[in-house]
């Protein structure tokens, strides 16, 4: 099946740093998505790309979907407490809905005060 | 966007039963989805319920362990048959939702163990 590489794995940063992560794959994805789960929590959607090339900012967060539909970051700049959490990028093969999500394995971001 | 309320949030189970779980989303969609997320680890899709027709599995899930009822356009359960301590995970369903995009919501994930 097709598989998501997230990297890094894990982020150990300060408060007010830039945070960059991203997400290949060996398949094209016609969606790229971007979540983050807390504890106890689903995973909420934070930047959905529908293209490939296009960049899209919601807040600190920007996330790009890569020209050759395999692979997407994500970047959130002068981090804060409530970033920390896990991270997942997430694959669609047909789009539109008409599949389920292919997720990668997670960043978890904990930022140090 | 789509809300969704998913039950129970969490249960203890015994080896050997069952247990139904069910997801009520606040307006009618298409498509309903399962997902499994094993402790620490990412989401794996276990299926597609769509309302009228039989659930469509993803390679490793059979029909006879997760089997999937959707009666109608906001309600769809989720069955873990014959339990074992390798089913212990957070079960999530979730929907489409969007206008001119489309993303997924996901409910809040009931979390099984099983003892």
């Known amino acids: 099946g097709q598989q998501l590489n997230q990297s890094p794995q894990s982020m150990f940063i300060q408060e007010g740093e830039d945070v960059s992560m991203n997400c290949t794959s060996s398949s094209i994805f016609n969606t790229w998505l971007w979540y983050k789960q807390d504890p106890g929590e689903g995973p909420v959607l934070l930047i959905a790309?529908?293209?490939?090339?296009e960049l899209t900012s919601n807040g600190r967060l920007t996330a790009q979907f890569g020209i050759t539909r395999k692979d997407s970051f994500l970047n959130i700049s002068a981090s804060i407490p409530s970033d920390v959490g896990i991270y997942f990028c997430a694959g669609q093969i047909k789009g539109g809905g008409a599949d389920g999500l292919t997720f990668g394995k997670g960043t978890h971001l904990i930022i140090q005060p | 966007s789509a809300v969704i309320s998913q039950k129970p949030s969490r249960d203890i189970c015994q080896r050997g039963t069952s247990l139904t779980i069910q997801c009520q989303v606040d307006s009618q969609v298409t498509m309903m989805f399962w997902y499994r997320q094993q402790p620490g680890q990412s989401l794996t899709l276990i299926a597609t319920?769509?309302?009228?027709?039989?659930?469509?599995?993803e390679s490793g899930f059979v029909i006879d362990k997760f089997p999937i009822s959707r009666p109608n356009l906001t309600f769809s359960t989720l069955t873990v048959s014959n339990m074992s301590p390798e089913d212990s995970s957070i079960y999530l369903c979730?929907?489409?939702?969007?206008?001119?995009?489309?993303?997924?919501?996901f409910g809040s994930g009931t979390r099984l163990t099983v003892v």
């Open positions: 979730s929907v489409g939702t969007g206008g001119l995009g489309y993303g997924y919501t």
């Open positions: 790309l529908y293209k490939a090339g």
């Open positions: 319920a769509n309302q009228g027709s039989e659930a469509t599995y």
